[in-house]
């Protein structure tokens, strides 16, 4: 079984610029969560989607955004990016049953 | 509420030594619980969780946490440590029903010495 893939590894932007991250879960997987990770905040919950509905959302000012698609592929965006956007973006992948979650290496995101 | 706290940031420990994580969580509810490892720029691997059943959990790569309702603790134990065990760990709790969202303490490193 193919693990959670998370493109692109490594993205560097721009402040004030958009990103959009893509994650693609384990096959059959129909829930996907996001989470941010920061050497000073650790790791935060965004939002988590099933069945491209978003059940949970994070406390993340509304320039953060996800989605999910028909195929469970899900897109994570931030929009007018600060500085403080710097930070490793997890995906996690679930089946929905025994919370199993499946995380992918993430998307390390640097804004100059 | 709930929070996640690990007692300890840093534990250093010789390779073959057992090693003990220490957790706490606070919660009106009850609560599933994970313990995950980091390794360096990697992302994160669910070690063993806590669903309910028995309250000792034996978990991936020799790992074991048991459950303490009484002390709201989720202690991760390793009888004997490998180099290889060097990492970032963290403990996490889900709220039972209707939550979907990891909490996670902050982390704590272990670095396994020769």
């Known amino acids: 079984k193919a693990g959670v893939t998370q493109t692109p590894r490594y993205l560097i932007k721009t402040r004030g610029q958009q990103v959009t991250l893509s994650c693609s879960p384990i096959s059959g997987h129909r829930s996907v969560s996001w989470y941010q990770q920061t050497p000073g905040q650790g790791l935060q919950f965004l939002f988590e989607y099933f069945s491209e509905t978003q059940r949970n959302k994070g406390n993340f000012p509304g320039r953060f955004s996800g989605r999910q698609f028909s195929n469970s592929r899900s897109e994570m965006n931030v929009s007018t990016l600060e500085l403080g956007d710097s930070a490793l973006y997890l995906c996690?992948?679930?089946?929905?049953?025994?919370?199993?979650?499946?995380f992918g290496s993430g998307t390390r995101l640097t804004v100059v | 509420a709930q929070s996640v706290t690990q007692l300890d940031s840093q534990v250093p420990v010789f390779e073959e030594a057992p090693v003990e994580l220490r957790c706490n969580y606070s919660?009106?509810?009850?609560?599933?619980l994970f313990w995950y490892v980091q390794y360096p720029n990697q992302g994160l691997q669910l070690l063993l969780k806590y669903l309910s059943g028995s309250t000792l959990v034996k978990g991936i790569n020799g790992f074991e946490a048991e459950f303490n309702k009484s002390q709201t603790s989720f202690h991760l134990r390793k009888p004997s440590v490998h180099i290889s065990d060097t990492a970032e760990y963290f403990c996490a709790v889900i709220r039972s029903s209707n939550d979907y969202k990891l909490s996670f303490g902050a982390g704590t490193t272990v670095t396994v010495r020769a």
């Open positions: 919660s009106s509810v009850s609560v599933y």
């Open positions: 996690a992948s679930g089946d929905g049953l025994n919370y199993g979650y499946t």
